[in-house]
Nanobody
Framework: QVQLVESGGGLVQAGGSLRLSCVAS????????MGWFRQAPGKERVFVAAVSWSGSNTWYTDSVKGRFTISRVNAKNTVYLQMNSLKPEDTAVYYC???????????????WGQGTQVTVSS
């Protein structure tokens, strides 16, 4: 069983930056693709970014390309989401997820964190 714990959320003004972290328990972290998803109030949970098990490949939803960067350090069992030039529409609960199939689809991820709130004020 893998447990994921996110941190780094908070309140920031538009144009600001935050870095989210997700620490995984267990010794198989490097076997999983990792992703970040977000869920705004009253909306479905949607894909934000993903990184392959090795860190060599990354994927982003169009709305965050050029602003967000996903990365991982397998030696620390940690995946990061650096978020720059934040906009009010980025406000959501951000979830970390892990799975053997790295994709944009929630159903391809087996493990989920509890989420961390990101609020961007205008």
């Amino acid at each position: 069983q893998v447990q994921l714990v996110e941190s780094g959320g908070g309140l920031v003004q538009a144009g600001g930056s935050l870095r989210l972290s997700c620490v995984a328990s267990g010794r198989t972290f490097s076997s999983y693709h990792m992703g970040w998803f977000r869920q705004a109030p009253g909306k479905e949970r949607v894909f934000v970014a993903a990184v392959s098990w090795s860190g060599s490949n990354t994927w982003y939803t169009d709305s965050v390309k050029g602003r967000f960067t996903i990365s991982r350090v397998n030696a620390k069992n940690t995946v990061y989401l650096q978020m720059n030039s934040l906009k009010p529409e980025d406000t959501a609960v951000y979830y970390c997820a892990g799975g053997y199939l790295g994709s944009r689809y929630l159903t391809d991820y087996d493990y989920w964190g509890q989420g961390t709130q990101v609020t961007v004020s205008s």
